[in-house]
């Protein structure tokens, strides 16, 4: 993992694309109320197109590290790997997920605990989130780092407390 602090100037191009034009693009209206349920999966009580839901058609950037953090796991139970990665931060962030090719994870429920903003544009998320695979529930249990970079907010990586 490089960490000189630098932004390739061909990711940052990549970043552009995913983030202002892919998002527009890559659901058609009618799949995305199909495929979206009303309350939100991040369980904030609120209906999806109220919540997360213009986070993850770009509409709106997300206006801080926990809205980036319940964003991002409504991307993992509506499988949008798009959006993983345009919010992931380009010195951490992988090639891909593929979140198709995995075994069935069933996302239960997600809980934040925490949202720290340590200033400076740095702040920490931490979280529990249950999932089931093959019927066995799991649970995780993580810290995740967030940057404000360029104006908006970067999942960095994660650690188990
Ligand atoms: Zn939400």
Redesign the pocket.
């Given at each position: 993992m490089p960490d000189n602090g630098r932004i390739d100037p061909a990711l940052s191009l990549i970043t552009v694309l995913l983030t202002k034009i892919m998002p527009l693009t890559r659901i058609p209206a009618s799949m995305r109320a199909m495929t979206h349920p009303t309350d939100?999966?991040?369980?904030?009580g609120?209906p999806?197109a109220q919540?997360?839901?213009p986070?993850l058609a770009g509409t709106t950037p997300p206006p801080d590290a926990e809205?980036l953090m319940?964003?991002r796991?409504?991307a993992y139970v509506l499988r949008d790997e798009a959006w993983l990665l345009a919010t992931w931060h380009p010195d951490t962030r992988p090639a891909s997920l593929g979140l198709d090719r995995e075994p069935a994870t069933k996302w239960l429920g997600l809980a934040v605990k925490r949202h720290e903003n340590g200033g400076e544009g740095r702040a920490v998320v931490e979280f529990v989130a249950r999932y089931k695979i093959h019927g066995r529930a799991h649970r995780l249990h993580e810290n995740s780092r967030f940057l404000l970079e360029n104006g908006r907010w970067w999942y960095l990586d994660g650690n188990c407390p």
């Open positions: 939100c999966p991040c369980g904030s609120r999806f919540c997360c839901g986070y809205a319940r964003s796991y409504c």
